[in-house]
């Protein structure tokens, strides 16, 4: 804006000592006086023209003035219907009889999970939660949460909504993990015909109390012991005592979509490490704000920001251990 005054200020000003030296010039010529006119008249159509340029941009400045109100007062608005939450890296053993999401990539694994999920210290390594704490008073509507591992390993969820003042959690674990193992291995020994309720109690308390065989401190007086099954019992034992278990990698990048009462969409970015989840806040983009428009060096959300929409948003699995 100094700029344009300057350049409106220095043409004026230009004019009229240009006008004045010319005036000069020609007065010293025969009859130029009488052919150009004198020199009040010159200043008084370069003066009319500098009134006219003021107003011009006077009314110019009013206008971006009351474009900038309104903008405010409308930001305003959509900041009153925005949500706020906190993320926290939490574990299996304090999600019970608390909400909790699977992936959308494994929908049909719920079974499995509760099994994954029991309270031992194996397979904590392999199971990845993060929560979701609705801090405010509104509702977190349609949420998106986009769990990065690698640019080939994603897990995604979506939650309808998140009540003022609940918390939820995402629970990602490690596909090839213990508990498919130990399927694996009572499906390769015992036929579906002998897995009758004594048995399907006998295998759920073996798996319940893998701790048990898993302490290290005397291992050799505790063994595994399945009637009648004594190859797959030693194959048991040596899993729950296998000291290689592989963890899931917790370190990522995570993405949460929402939506205001007012429908802006709304994209926050957190990196999560050794330390804890951080938030970014050079990454994060608002609807109206941002026009939903990545900013230079952020090309790399746009294929999950497209796929972020109300139509066909079909909610993960959810269930309370």
């Given at each position: ?232 019992s030693k194959a048991i034992d040596n899993l729950f005592k296998n000291s290689d278990i592989k963890p899931i990698n917790k370190s990522k990048q995570i993405i949460v979509y929402y939506m205001t009462s007012m429908r802006e969409k709304i994209r926050l970015v957190f990196e999560q490490n050794d330390k804890g989840i951080f938030y970014k806040k050079n990454l994060n983009m608002l ?35």
């Open positions: 804006m100094c700029k344009f005054v300057k350049t409106i200020f220095g043409g004026v000003l230009g004019g009229l000592l240009g006008t004045f030296f010319a005036y000069i010039i020609f007065a010293t010529s025969d009859n130029i006086p009488e052919k150009y006119g004198n020199l009040a008249d010159w200043l008084s159509g370069i003066g009319s023209i500098g009134a006219i340029l003021a107003v011009w941009w006077q009314s110019r400045q009013e206008k971006k003035l009351l474009k900038l109100q309104l903008e405010n007062e409308k930001e305003q608005a959509f900041q009153q219907k925005r949500q706020l939450f906190k993320l926290n890296i939490n574990n299996c053993d304090n999600t019970k009889d608390k909400l909790s999401y699977l992936p959308m990539e494994n929908l049909k694994w719920s079974s499995d999970l509760q099994k994954i999920t029991m309270f031992d210290e194996i397979v904590k390594a392999q199971t990845d939660v993060v929560q979701i704490s609705n801090i405010s008073d509104k509702d977190l509507i349609a949420v998106r949460v986009i769990f990065i591992y690698s640019e080939h390993e994603v897990a995604r969820f979506n939650i309808d909504s998140v009540k003022p003042h609940s918390q939820i959690n995402l629970i990602n674990y490690l596909k090839e993990n213990l508990y498919r193992e130990f399927d694996e291995l009572v499906s390769s020994e015992i036929p579906q015909e002998k897995m009758d309720s004594k048995m399907l109690i006998q295998l759920e308390d073996i798996w319940k109390n893998q701790r048990y065989f898993y302490d290290i401190e005397d291992q050799v007086s505790k063994n595994v012991v399945i009637d009648d099954y004594d190859k797959l609807e109206h704000r941002d026009g939903w428009t990545n900013k230079k060096g952020q090309e790399k959300f746009n294929k999950f920001d497209d796929e972020y929409n109300l139509n066909n948003f079909q909610e993960s699995r959810r269930f309370n251990r």
